[in-house]
């Protein structure tokens, strides 16, 4: 897991999709848990679009679990950070 400082590259036409053991959000630095099924606001900021505001809603760490990798692992575990 990396910080990606120059943010991440939304190629026009396609679809980028953030989930479990892909390419997700870390949220640090919280001022207060979060709470399962309360939301909170999101800024997110484009190069050319400027700012969207969104909700994100707070699902509970069972809600979607990560794709199966074959070998009988979801690949979800975040061993080692």
């Known amino acids: 897991m990396r910080e990606v400082p120059d943010g991440v590259l939304l190629p026009a036409g396609e679809?980028?999709?953030f989930e479990p053991s892909g390419l997700h959000l870390m949220l640090v630095g919280l001022n207060?848990?979060?709470v399962?099924?309360?939301a909170f606001p999101l800024?997110?900021?484009f190069e050319h679009a400027g700012t969207i505001e969104i909700e994100v809603p707070i699902a509970g760490i069972?809600?979607?679990e990560a794709p199966d990798d074959g070998a009988g692992r979801n690949g979800s575990s975040h061993e080692g950070h």
Do not use: I, N, S
Request: aromatic letters at 0%; proline letters at 7%; zero cysteines.
């Open 15 to 17: 679809t980028v999709t």
């Open 32 to 34: 207060q848990p979060l």
């Open 36 to 38: 399962e099924g309360e």
């Open 43 to 45: 800024t997110l900021q």
């Open 62 to 64: 069972a809600a979607r």
